[in-house]
């Protein structure tokens, strides 16, 4: 892996971009339109709630590699103060290099579960998330207070928590992924980030080492 360039995007620009995220459904509501964005500092991966059953090694793998690579040119991408563009050299394509491919902290709700409790549920991120509590880091997230009830993060918080997830070197075709709030139409919940960030919920060929997908990362 080799990054030929970065752009840096500051902790304002973040905000003000991810208060225009839309729902896939439901008419495409603004979800954080009357909510409160803010990052926060160092927080511990543990105190995160997973609605994901699995990360894969693989994507654990890309995210760590992502991790030193940008360590060595002096970036810690676990406690960014905003987000990153940055490009990778690539002969595939007709430039010679990939991008922009974009990394941010994740992405958290405070959710409400069925059992009453308000809790900071991972939304994007997971293997983020996931490759800070193997290395012992705590970690930088963008965290959302208040969002509307009738619109929830579209799968329950697990109630293990970490203790649920499964290292996976492939994801076989019955796994229970998540437990859906809606299973008949789960994707109406999805935040389109993807329409905010471009690529950031793209799957990417192994050769990637942004492999940053909405049900994985």
């Known amino acids: 892996m080799k990054i030929t360039r970065i752009q840096t995007i500051s ?3 973040l905000l003000d971009r991810l208060a225009t995220t839309r729902l896939r459904g439901h008419g495409q509501p603004v979800i954080y339109e009357n909510a409160r964005l803010e990052l926060v500092r160092q927080v511990d991966p543990k105190t995160l709630f997973p609605a994901q059953r699995y990360v894969l090694k693989e994507d654990y793998q890309t995210v760590l590699d992502i991790y030193q690579n940008f360590q060595v040119q002096g970036i810690d991408v676990f406690g960014l103060e905003g987000g990153l563009n940055f ?20 992405i958290v709700e405070m959710s409400l579960e069925p059992d009453g409790r308000t809790i900071p549920l991972i939304n994007d991120g997971m293997h983020r998330i996931f490759t800070a509590m193997k290395l012992g880091r705590a970690i930088n997230i963008i965290l959302a207070h208040h969002v509307p009830h009738k619109y929830p993060y579209y799968a329950y918080a697990l109630a293990k928590g970490w203790d649920e997830v499964v290292e996976l070197e492939q994801l076989p075709d019955s796994f229970v992924k998540k437990t859906y709030r809606d299973p008949e139409n789960y994707k109406a919940l999805f935040r389109d980030f993807n329409a905010v960030f471009d690529g950031i919920q793209k799957q990417r060929k192994k050769t990637n080492p942004a492999t940053l997908q909405p049900e994985s990362a």
Do not use: K
């Open 11 to 13: 902790e304002h620009e």
């Open 87 to 106: 490009w990778m050299a690539n002969p595939d394509f007709p430039s010679g290099e990939e991008g922009p491919i974009p990394f941010t902290p994740p």
